[in-house]
């Protein structure tokens, strides 16, 4: 509290020599010359339907406002809009808006990534003080680094946020290529984390085979607790070891990275087998991925004969009540479907569709946005149109009824998602940057700006068309439907023509 005080009278004292200096006149000057270039470069603009483009403008302005960018503070819950979840950063941050950072504000996706680099030696404390021998334990929800969740179950067990915050930083990595941060920087983070499972997991004999397992988990879904092998969480903690020694392997022969971190042949190695034998809990009768291990053990409960006076079911029912039956708070399993398209079938993301869909109560404001871009990639038009609108309005229109208590950032940002992923159809994570469009029908265009390995571009999405013009930068590969062209500074525009693939 002293320290509290210290800081808010050294910040009013600074606040005040400041004022003493300037204008109102030259402050809003300044505002809106910020703003203005906010709006250039981050913009979305959709042509056909302007109450949804009200609310995507809302969003992308509280975002903005709400991200750290002292590379001390990240992005709460709740902005900075209010006192819900006491201001803590959550994976909100990594796995729903940093993605709008990335793409559209490089910069500032770094100093949120770094607050988790400066905040790595806590978290290998707590791997430490929690008993493990190496790798860090990054907290579920924290303000300065340290884990801040009152309730264990639901909180800290939910380690995923390790294999979270490595996802993020490879995104960013592949999205900017930016070497110096992932050189001194990136790569620390993932190897700690990748540390992590090595000491959580263990092998198992599952299925006759010798699988490397993940017990006592919590995933993202907050209706259900306290599981093995959750499919999220495993198939997040392999993607954190495959980056460990992808870029172990990158860093060989380098000077000194991996002796700076105690790397070893043997320990990459051994990363490598665990990832390769990570067992992915999956139902082979009804082809779906399962939630987690024996999932298919547990009763469906049966949300359309409950009152709709009962939801959010968290208010109302006991949390083991909701934990021993198959009923999701939020996307899941359908997370790994969004962030890891390419590993899926068209029928493997219908099969997984199918049947969490009619088992979420989207209790969560994260999950209408994710199933939103699930259903615009299987060719659910319909379905697709209607979350993402959900999600879209939900501080505007407080869907949830408490916006009161704050904005739902993540959410905010997940609507962002939602249109880039969902209905541009943008594949993550790839090696050029890819399209599949797939517009509701009542959009005429979507245009937008994006930065790609040190390039802006500007892409504007029509119903069967694509332009794309290179505004700064060397130029890179674009593909539309797999129809690659490479734009450069002499040969800066391209139009891509396409029919809906469903
Ligand atoms: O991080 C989320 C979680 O996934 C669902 N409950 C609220 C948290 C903060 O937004």
Known sequence: MVNANMYSDQYLSALDNYIMDTTFKSELMASAQVWQTFWLHSDVQIEGDPALQ???????????????????????????TGNGYGGHFFWDTEIFMLPFFTYTQPEVAKKLLMFRYHTLQIAKEQASDFGLEKGAMYPWRT??????SAYWLAGQAQFHINADIAFAVEQYYEITHDEAFIRNYGFEIILETARFWMEYGNYAQL??????????VTGPDEYSALVDNNY??????????????KYARKFRGDDGILSRLNVTVDEIKSMDQAAESMYLPYDKRKNVKLQFQDFEQLPKMDLASIDQSKF?????YHPLMLYRQQVNKQADTVMVDFMFPEGNTLDQLKADYEFYEPITTHDSSLSKAIYAIIAARIGKDKQ?????????QTDLMDVHHNTKNGIHAGSLGAAWEGIMYGFVGIVNNATSFSLKPHLPVTWNCVKFRVHLYGNEFKFSVYQDSVEAELLS????????????KHLTPKHAKETWHYSNQF
């Not at 299925?207 to 006592?216: D, E, H, I, S, Y």
């Not at 959010?312 to 109302?316: A, E, G, I, K, N």
């Not at 697709?384 to 879209?392: D, H």
């Open 312 to 316: 959010p079911l968290l208010l109302h």
């Open 207 to 216: 299925n006759g085979k010798r699988q490397f397992v993940l017990n006592r």
């Open 54 to 80: 009200l609310c995507v403008r809302f969003n992308l302005f509280e975002l903005n406002q709400s991200a750290g960018r002292n590379e001390q503070t990240s992005i709460p819950a709740k902005g900075l």
């Open 232 to 245: 999220y969480t495993n198939a997040l903690a392999q993607n954190n070891l495959r980056l460990a020694v």
């Open 384 to 392: 697709a149109y209607n979350f993402f609108s959900q999600a879209v």
């Open 143 to 148: 303000i300065n680094g340290y884990e801040s």
């Open 473 to 484: 930068g060397k130029g890179a590969d674009i593909s539309v439907y797999d129809d690659k």
